[in-house]
């Protein structure tokens, strides 16, 4: 048995939170692929030597292109989350919607490259939508390329990561075995919550803070120490101006509350179910979106900088984020957490070792 490490390609990357999650597991990723530039920046910054590619993955001509800048290199993985707006319940659920078929592109990169192993990753939605159609799509086509197909939902807090998030994982392996997916390795009373996730990092009460600053204190918990393992510095931690009104208002909201519990008139410009949510400290936060007006820090009266954004989708802090602000929250948001990656990953790397 070789000591090569398994090889990877990450398809739709953005900034390679799933490929990080491999990368940490032991994994080299030869290149990620997608089509915004900036992701790409911090992608690149973030995995190594791997090749950031800017490719357009609706032409067919892209997957050569991949070819063409991996050279001879074997893959042993491909990995990469569709763009879910086609599959999401948020989108518009148009069944023709172009974004559906970008799967397509995966099915011919596994087609050419013939991987032992392939991740696709999406939204649960995804299993049901259509009457199961975008689902059995997935699995005749992988299935017809002589892969044996698996597939689960996980909940992010059950593999240590400190945000309520669920996503489908589709894993194929051609050897004929099947995927067994890797059991929780917290239990409910165990997850790790909002505190023990951010709690220290700078209250920016006073500042804003800058894209490079010290941390105010030692770690407080174990999941902070982790985090912080191979950083000195505190990137990407800038607050947002607020004006007086907003703050008055999120200083109504009690801790784990939200729009519903503030006072009759307060806060009505904004009504809808994950609006003026604070997060709670000893629960893991809300699903982290792609903005950043919705969600409050469960103790001070503001919106959670990039850097706490990414702590609770488990970046470790030597993560960087490119871009201006709103580029590194979408970026942050678009990603898997690189923890739930690299459970997958592990209990993957079993099945490659077999060969």
Known sequence: MSQRKPTVIDMFSGCGGLSRGFMDAGYEVLLGVDHEEIALKTFKHNHGDAIAFHGDLFKK?????????????????????????????????????????????????????????????????????????????????????????????????????????????????????????????????????????????????HDLGKERSEYPCEPKSKYQEFMRKNSKVLLNNVGTVHTDLVKSVIAQVPEGGNHKDLPPGVGDSRKFNEAWTRYHSQKPSKTIDTGHRNHFHYKWNRVPTVRENARLQSFPDDFEFFGNKTQQYRQVGNAVPPLLGFHLAKALKKYLDKE
């Open 61 to 205: 001509e892209t997957i050569l292109d991949m070819a063409r800048l991996i050279k001879t290199k074997k893959v042993d993985v491909i990995i990469g989350g569709p763009p879910c707006q086609g599959f999401s319940l948020t989108g518009t659920r148009k069944e023709e919607d172009a974004r559906n078929t970008l799967f397509q592109s995966m099915v011919e990169a596994v087609k050419l490259f013939q991987p032992k192993a392939f991740v696709l990753e999406n939204v649960p939605g995804l299993a049901t939508l259509y009457g199961g159609k975008a689902k059995t799509a997935i699995l005749e086509q992988f299935g017809e390329l002589g892969y044996t197909i698996n597939f689960q939902v996980l909940y992010a807090p059950d593999y240590g990561v400190p945000q309520i998030r669920k996503r489908i994982f589709f894993v194929g392996l051609k050897n004929g075995e099947t995927f067994e997916f890797p059991k929780p390795v917290l239990s409910p009373d165990e997850y790790v919550g909002c505190e023990q996730a951010i709690g220290d990092l700078p209250s920016l009460e």
